[in-house]
Antibody
Framework: QVQLEEWGPGLVKPSETLSLTCSVS??????????WSWIRQPPGKGLEWIAY???????SYNASLRSRATISLDTSKNQLSLKLTSVTAADTAVYFC???????????WGQGTKVSVSS | EIVLRQSPGTLFLSVGERATLSCRAS???????LAWYQQKPGQAPTLLIY???TRATAIADRFSGSGSGTDFTLTITRLEPEDFAVYYC?????????FGGGSKVEIK
């Protein structure tokens, strides 16, 4: 049973770069041809997809975040990563990593990691 | 980008009642790749329905999805206490994945 666990800094200063990691356990990040995504949820608001990466390395980004976000999959470490540059208070959110199922929808989710942007 | 609009924003119902949630897309969702998720406070979303109408593993049969093209519906036939939550639709038919704004089912 694949499980995902995110971790991050908790607090980031405005204009800095946010780095998040999602650890994959109970399975391999390099098997099955799955898409791996980051999704975020600002406090009291809805879900926003950020980006996905395929295990071949191909990526897709939310157009509104493309210039600041970089997603990567390290199959040797079984980890998914996200970097978001030039953060502002609007980037304050719970960040989830998720993997699609064979059908394409997000079948497996991490528990989320809370990130606050504040000086 | 395919914009998904969910209605109503909040639905006030009692245990045992039927809930009908709508998700309308700004353009046709390719292959009806439309999913529904349930989210409870402090938790990650849980996949309920994919492909517009297929229940995910271990999801109770009181949850059903229908629709195609641009209009989709999630129906909960008899609300149980644990069903009071926020529900999101999401399309994965295009490379720009999008979520609807959510519908909250609250106890009346």
């Amino acid at each position: 049973q694949v499980q995902l666990e995110e971790w991050g800094p908790g607090l980031v200063k405005p204009s800095e770069t946010l780095s998040l990691t999602c650890s994959v356990s109970g399975g391999s990040a390099s098997s099955g041809n799955y898409f791996w995504s980051w999704i975020r949820q600002p406090p009291g608001k809805g879900l926003e997809w950020i980006a996905y990466v395929y295990e071949t390395g191909s990526t897709s980004y939310n157009a509104s975040l493309r210039s600041r976000a970089t997603i990567s999959l390290d199959t040797s470490k079984n980890q998914l990563s996200l970097k978001l540059t030039s953060v502002t208070a609007a980037d304050t959110a719970v960040y989830f990593c998720a993997r699609e199922g064979a059908h394409g929808a997000f079948e497996i989710w991490g528990q989320g990691t809370k990130v606050s942007v504040s000086s | 980008e395919i914009v998904l609009r969910q209605s109503p924003g909040t639905l006030f119902l009692s245990v045992g009642e039927r809930a009908t949630l709508s998700c309308r897309a700004s353009q046709t969702v390719p292959n009806n790749f439309l999913a529904w998720y349930q989210q409870k406070p402090g938790q990650a979303p849980t996949l309920l329905i994919y492909g517009a109408s297929t229940r995910a593993t271990a999801i109770a049969d009181r949850f059903s999805g229908s629709g195609s093209g641009t209009d989709f519906t999630l129906t909960i036939t008899r609300l149980e206490p644990e069903d009071f939550a926020v529900y999101y639709c999401q399309q994965y038919g295009s490379s720009q994945l999008t979520f609807g704004g959510g519908s909250k089912v609250e106890i009346k």
